[in-house]
């Protein structure tokens, strides 16, 4: 694997469901990061970590809880969701912080 | 907080150059970036430039900074199909992130 990951690429959930997006980076980065990216507004930051150390929430509602246990996988969990929450959520990784980004191909969230 | 604005839609014919136009408000950004978003897929960096450049090459992509009126462009030389996608101009202004605008959705007609 080379780049940044993301798993599932997909994934169609229920309001009542509790699952979990993955990210993982094979670039040796130290700093990693949640986007949302919907129609209705252009990409938003969720969640920044740098040296697994969470250093920016964006206000972000408590339904989301990001975890990186390690500088190389970073999981986004989702729990009660609305479906407002629908959109791709984009996952990068960088050098420094916030240097050039690199990011994964998203998953595809639908809530039902 | 940063701004950042791009048009939403630009319509070119096959072989003809494209123009993408941005405009940001925080003169202290550093690194200025232009992405590439394929259909279903996540952003692909194409491009960049620090801001004591005014310009640069690579290929057929030209990047164009303007500081005193805080506009950057992407020109794609001999513009093809596979080069639809939306392009997105992002900044960075020393916060842990970059500031994206919207997006710009370049439709390629061949």
């Known amino acids: 694997e080379t780049g940044v990951t993301q798993t599932p690429r997909h994934l169609v959930m229920g309001m009542t469901n509790k699952k979990s997006l993955k990210c993982e980076q094979h670039l040796g980065h130290n700093a990693m990061y949640w986007y949302k990216q919907s129609a209705k507004k252009p990409l938003e930051l969720m969640f920044v970590y740098s040296l697994e150390e969470r250093v920016e929430n964006n206000s972000v509602p408590s339904r989301f809880s990001p975890e990186c246990p390690n500088s190389s996988h970073l999981f986004l969990h989702l729990h009660t969701l609305q479906p407002e929450d629908s959109a791709l959520y984009l996952c990068?990784?960088?050098?420094?912080?916030?240097?050039?980004?690199?990011f994964g191909p998203g998953t595809r969230l639908t809530v039902l | 907080g940063e701004d950042v604005e791009q048009s939403l839609f630009l319509s070119v014919r096959e072989g003809d150059s494209s123009v993408i136009n941005c405009t940001y408000t925080d003169s202290s950004s550093t690194y200025l970036y232009w992405y590439k978003q394929e259909p279903g897929a996540g952003l692909q960096l194409l491009t960049y430039i620090f801001s004591n450049m005014d310009m640069k090459q690579d290929q057929r992509l030209t990047v164009l900074l303007n500081k005193k009126d805080k506009h950057l462009s992407l020109r794609i030389a001999d513009t093809q199909t596979g080069d639809s996608a939306i392009y997105f101009c992002a900044v960075n202004t020393g916060r842990r992130a970059l500031t994206f605008g919207s997006g710009t959705r370049l439709q390629v007609q061949p």
């Open positions: 990068a990784s960088s050098q420094a912080g916030y240097n050039e980004q690199f």
